[in-house]
C-alpha cells in the first residue's frame, strides 16, 4: 500500500473512532499537539494511558475480591481512570466510569462488579482500537523512512 | 516577541495528512504570548500530567510536574515560583485541596487552576475558599487556559 493510501486509512480509522464515540474531540487535541520536534507524542501517551488504566482496573478487581470492599479506596482509582479517560478522549470508557462511581456511592458491591465489567469491555475495545491506531502510525512513519 | 506553535518547517514533515498542519492550528488556539510564563502540574495520574504539560508547553510555558502534594509543598517552601499551579483534586500523600491551603498559608501568589475528574458544587465551593481561581473538570480545556495565559501575559 502506498504512503498516500496508508495516511487515508489511518484517517478513517481515527473518523471511525469518533463516529462510533469511542473517542471524543479531546483526542484531536492531542494529535494537534504531535509534530516534529515531538514525532511519537501520540504514541507515547497511548502506551502510558494503557499501562495507567490496565494497573487500576486490575486494583479496583482486586479490591472487590475482598469480603469487605474498601469503598473509599476504590473512589480514588475511579477518579483516577475516569479523569485520564477524560484527557486522552476516550468517551466510553469515560461514561462506563460514571456507573462504577455510583455503585460505589451507594457500596453496592454487586452494582461495582457489573460496572467494572463494562469498564473493561470498554477498556479492551479501546486497546485493541489503539493498537491498530499504533500500526497504522509505524507502517506510515516506515514507509516515509525508505522514502527519504 | 510573538511566540507561535512549533508548526514544522511543511506540510510533507506532518504525519497525518496534507491539512494537518492546518489542522493544527485550528485545533489549538493561536496566541502570542511576550512573557516567559512557568507552571507547576500537580496530579497523580501520569497521563494527565504528561498531556497538560505539553499543552502548556506548546504556548511556550516553561513547566515542570509532580505527582504528590507533598513533592508540591516542598517545592513551593524551597522558594519556587510558578505563574501559574494546575492541580488535581485527589492526590497521594496530601490532597489538593489541603495543598492549595498550604500554597497560600505560605503566601505563594500565582494563578490556581484545579482541574479534577469529578466536581461536585461542595468541591467547587472548598477550592475557591482557599483562592483557587479556576476549577473545571478534566480535561484541560483551551477555553479555560487560554484567557488565563492572556492575563498571567499582560501582568
Not at chain 1, 90 to 108: F, G, M, T, Y
Amino acid at each position: 500500500m502506498d504512503l498516500a493510501a496508508l495516511k487515508t486509512q489511518l484517517k478513517n480509522f481515527v473518523q471511525s473512532m469518533f463516529e462510533e464515540g469511542v473517542l471524543d474531540n479531546q483526542f484531536s487535541q492531542i494529535q494537534a499537539l504531535q509534530d516534529s520536534t515531538n514525532p511519537n507524542f501520540v504514541e507515547e501517551v497511548i502506551t502510558l494511558f494503557c499501562n495507567d488504566a490496565e494497573r487500576i482496573i486490575n486494583e479496583i478487581n482486586r479490591n472487590l475480591g475482598y469480603q469487605n470492599v474498601d469503598f473509599s479506596n476504590l473512589d480514588s482509582y475511579v477518579h483516577q481512570l475516569k479523569g485520564s479517560s477524560s484527557s486522552i478522549g476516550a468517551n466510553r470508557l469515560k461514561l462506563a466510569c460514571a456507573n462504577l462511581r455510583q455503585a460505589s456511592d451507594e457500596r453496592n458491591k454487586e452494582g461495582c462488579l457489573q460496572a467494572v465489567q463494562l469498564i473493561t469491555c470498554e477498556y479492551c475495545l479501546l486497546r485493541r482500537k489503539f493498537q491498530a491506531l499504533l500500526h497504522l502510525e509505524r507502517s506510515i512513519v516506515e514507509l516515509e523512512t525508505n522514502q527519504k | 516577541m510573538a511566540l507561535t506553535l512549533p508548526l514544522g518547517e511543511a506540510s510533507d514533515q506532518d504525519k497525518w495528512d496534507n491539512g494537518g498542519l492546518e489542522r493544527k492550528r485550528q485545533l489549538l488556539i493561536e496566541i502570542v504570548l511576550r512573557s516567559r510564563l512557568t507552571a507547576l502540574m500537580v496530579d497523580g495520574d501520569t497521563t494527565c500530567w504528561v498531556l497538560e504539560q505539553e499543552l502548556l508547553r506548546s504556548y511556550g510555558v516553561q513547566t515542570l510536574g509532580v505527582d504528590n502534594g507533598r513533592d508540591a509543598i516542598d517545592l513551593i517552601a524551597s522558594d519556587a515560583a510558578f505563574n501559574l499551579i494546575i492541580i488535581e483534586k485527589i492526590l497521594p500523600v496530601l490532597n489538593g485541596l489541603e495543598v492549595t491551603r498550604q500554597i497560600c498559608e505560605i503566601g505563594m501568589r500565582c494563578k490556581m487552576l484545579a482541574v479534577t475528574a469529578y466536581s461536585g458544587e461542595s468541591e467547587r465551593q472548598a477550592f475557591l475558599a482557599t483562592s483557587v481561581d479556576v476549577f473545571i473538570e478534566k480535561p484541560l480545556d483551551l477555553e479555560h487556559l487560554v484567557p488565563i495565559l492572556r492575563e498571567l501575559d499582560r501582568q
